[in-house]
Structures are given as C-alpha cells and as structure tokens.
C-alpha cells in the first residue's frame, strides 16, 4: 500500500530534549516536505527536499533541522525543543518536476506536546 | 512571498444546503498551482483537486465544484447538496511552478464547515 508513515504519532517529552520525529514513504517520491498545524494559523511549511541531499526552508524552520540522506527517509529533528513547538505536525511526499507539480501524500500526523 | 487567505473561520449549515467555501491568493509569480484540501475529524489530509494557473475552466466533481477566478486571484469551493459527512476543515493551498521556490507549499488557515443533519 502506498503511503507516507511518521512515527511516533504522539510524543510528550520535556524542553530541551532533542527528540526526532521520522517520516518514511514508499512511493519513490523525489520531494518531500514537513508542515506544523497549528489552530488559526494552518499549516505552515518547515522544511522541504526537493530529491536526495537536497534541502531548502520553508516559512517557520527556526528550532528545526532535517536531513534527506535516502529517497525513502525525511526525519524532523527538534535539537532542543521548546513549549512553542507543541503542535501537530505532518509529513508530506510528491513526485517532482520543475515543470509541473503533483498533489502531496501525507502521513497521519504526529502530535508533539513540549512541557 | 506568496499568501493565501481563507476569510471564513468556521461556517455551519444545514444538511442539503448549498455551501461555498472562499480562498483568496497573492503571488507575483504567473505559474502556479492551486489545491484544495480537507481534513475530517480523524485528521488526515486529503487531497480534493489541484488546478494549475493557465485552466481557468470551472470543474466539476459529484458534489463538489471549483470556481477559479485569476483575475480576482480566488479560487472557491462550492459543495452542493451538502451532507454531515462533509464535516471537516477545509484547506485552499498555493504552490509556484517555478524558480527556486517551486518547492514551498502555502496553505490558507482552513475553514471549520459543520454540517448539522
């Protein structure tokens, strides 16, 4: 079954322990991309890779980085988080082209809470 | 930088009313991508339809139909004949088609639609 999975889906942890969130796809998508939803705000874009080694900001990275080493794995890491990244977050995938773009295939969201 | 703005907060109705949903967007950028998105209360999201700046034709889908309008920048989402299993936040989404922001995704702040049966 083609899908995007993130694990785990729900994470209380405590300010300042650097946790990560993992993000796996098995459509052999080139982008891929992580969101945070937050109540009257949307989603807001945090990162995205466009393909392998590949990275850019979105429009809220501070607090965040990501890695995209393989094509399959997009892990969101928080190196020291803090009470204002409490927030649902979601992973996305997409095939890629610089001439056209296709829909995004999310995961089920993770709910972080940061105390 | 791109925005997208989704005036409705919240919008209840009635079942078997009809329903419009607004989105409204702001971009320099000629070539674009446009998306709709709902997430029911199990939270996931789904994608509705996506609809790239150069077809301004309406579309229809059962139910669902969109208006696009480029020369008001909107791009609206009207369910027909609405039902309780429509009951969801609803996203309008914006994404270049390029330059080297092609990657970036801005979402609108969603509409709450609640569809009392």
């Known amino acids: 079954e083609a899908q995007v999975t993130q694990n785990p889906r729900y994470l209380i942890t405590v300010t300042g322990k650097k946790l990560t969130v993992t993000c796996s796809q098995n459509?052999?998508?080139?982008?891929m991309s992580w969101y945070r939803q937050d109540p009257g705000l949307g989603l807001r874009q945090i990162y995205y890779?466009?393909?392998?080694?590949?990275?850019d900001k979105g429009d809220v990275p501070e607090g965040y980085k990501v890695s995209r080493k393989e094509k399959r794995n997009f892990p969101l890491i928080l190196e020291s988080p803090s009470p204002n990244q409490t927030s649902l977050y979601f992973c996305?995938?997409?095939?890629?082209?610089?001439?056209?773009?296709?829909?995004?295939?999310f995961g089920p969201g993770t709910r972080l809470t940061v105390t | 930088a791109q925005k997208v703005t989704q005036a409705q907060t919240e919008i209840s109705v009635v079942e078997k009313e009809d329903v419009t949903l607004d989105c409204v967007y702001e971009t320099r950028d000629t070539t674009y991508y446009l998306f709709w998105y709902k997430q029911p209360p199990s939270g996931e999201l789904v994608f509705l339809i996506r609809r790239n700046s150069f077809d301004e034709q309406n579309e229809i889908s059962g139910r669902y139909s969109w208006n696009f309008q480029k020369s008001t920048s909107s791009f609206n989402f009207t369910i027909t004949a609405s039902q309780v299993v429509d009951s969801a936040v609803y996203f309008c989404?914006?994404?270049?088609?390029?330059?080297?922001?092609?990657?970036?995704?801005?979402f609108g702040q969603g509409t709450i639609l609640t569809v009392h049966p």
């Open positions: 459509m052999n998508h080139e982008y």
């Open positions: 996305a995938s997409s095939l890629s082209s610089a001439r056209r773009t296709y829909e995004q295939y």
């Open positions: 989404a914006l994404r270049l088609a390029g330059g080297t922001s092609y990657g970036k995704l801005t």
């Open positions: 890779s466009m393909n392998v080694e590949v990275t």
